[in-house]
């Protein structure tokens, strides 16, 4: 053991993150935003245990405007990891953090989100460690057809792995911001990772969402016996404050939902993001602040016409 290696186990220890931890980080900002935390990109990747042998690791978004967060379960008979990073360089430095945490080889990725801010990384995990299982949902199964590493095992409702003694739930609770969305459950712990069901800090992205049926995703979530919810970006704090800012996501995606049947009951026109008329009129209140307003909200709003219009994929 080196004198790195006698650090990072002390921190841990402390719940704290291991990585370059060059910035001074404001802990009470939930914005996702990294400058709002006062972190730089020089902070990334990072990682904490969460609980022994599970680890929320931090990389960034390919934005570069907020952080991306993968979940890493190491066990005495394999690792299983859920979403990779957004590109190839992160998927390395993934990888070579993994390998500085345990001998043992990933046996399962699974895919939270088909997103590629949380798959573009997964070549040099296949690379790394060829036999690894891949599971994801039919849905992203499609999404994921030109990816490094594609499926390899679909989950339609609900799979169960016992990794090392660890059970790891595999939950498909519907769909949600991708509709591929899968959730991973850990009993013995009660941690539940969302991926991009929750977008902690973060105005709900719904490019390719499912608004209605995300809320109802959540509340199932919400139902699960859980003490930590992490979220697929965004900030990794306690756990109370965690399952409020899941109650206050679902709010948001609650509002973007409201001001678009209020929008749309009055004919301001959102037939596509680049021209949406109704984004001017939107009152977001509590939503205002939160991290890529600007860009997501037209999006967002269109959506939510499409899904009133009967008109989602
Ligand atoms: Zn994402």
Not at 94 to 100: A, C, G, M, T
Not at 248 to 268: D, N, Q
Request: hydrophobic content about 45%.
């Amino acid at each position: 053991m080196n004198i790195r290696q006698t650090l990072s186990i002390g921190l841990i220890s402390l719940g704290l993150f291991c990585g370059p931890g060059l910035a001074a980080e404001n802990t009470k900002v939930s914005n996702a935003a990294i400058e709002a935390r006062g972190l730089t990109l020089a902070d990334f990747p990072r990682w904490k245990a969460v609980a022994p042998n599970i680890y929320a690791y931090e990389g960034y978004h390919p934005s570069k405007v907020m952080n991306t967060v993968s979940l890493i379960i190491v066990t005495k008979d394999g690792v299983v990891l859920v979403d990779a990073m957004g590109d190839e360089a992160q998927g390395h430095q993934l990888v070579d953090n993994i390998k500085k945490l345990t001998p043992q080889p990933v046996k399962y990725l699974i895919v939270g989100s088909d997103h590629g801010d949380h798959m573009a990384g997964n070549g040099p995990l296949k690379t790394a460690w060829p036999g690894m299982v891949v599971v994801a949902t039919p849905a992203s199964q499609k999404a994921m057809a030109k990816n490094a590493a594609p499926p390899t095992e679909l989950v339609t409702d609900k799979r169960v792995l016992n990794v090392g003694g660890t059970e790891i739930q595999i939950l498909n609770l519907g769909r949600a911001q991708t509709g591929g969305d899968l959730l991973v459950y850990l009993p013995a712990t009660k941690i539940m990772f969302m991926s991009e069901v929750y977008l902690r800090g973060v105005f709900p992205a719904m490019r390719s969402a499912y608004p209605s049926e995300w809320v109802e995703t959540i509340k199932k979530a919400q139902a699960v016996d859980v003490n930590l919810v992490i979220a697929g970006h965004c900030w990794v704090d306690d756990a109370a404050t965690m399952q409020a800012g899941l109650e206050a996501f679902r709010k948001a995606v609650e509002l973007v939902i409201a001001e678009g049947k209020r929008l749309h009951a009055a004919k301001v026109a959102c037939a596509e993001p680049a021209n949406c008329e109704a984004v001017k009129q939107a009152k977001w209140s509590a939503a205002d602040s939160l991290a890529l307003k600007d860009g997501q909200a037209p999006i967002a709003l269109a959506k939510v016409y499409q899904e009133l219009d009967g008109k989602l994929p």
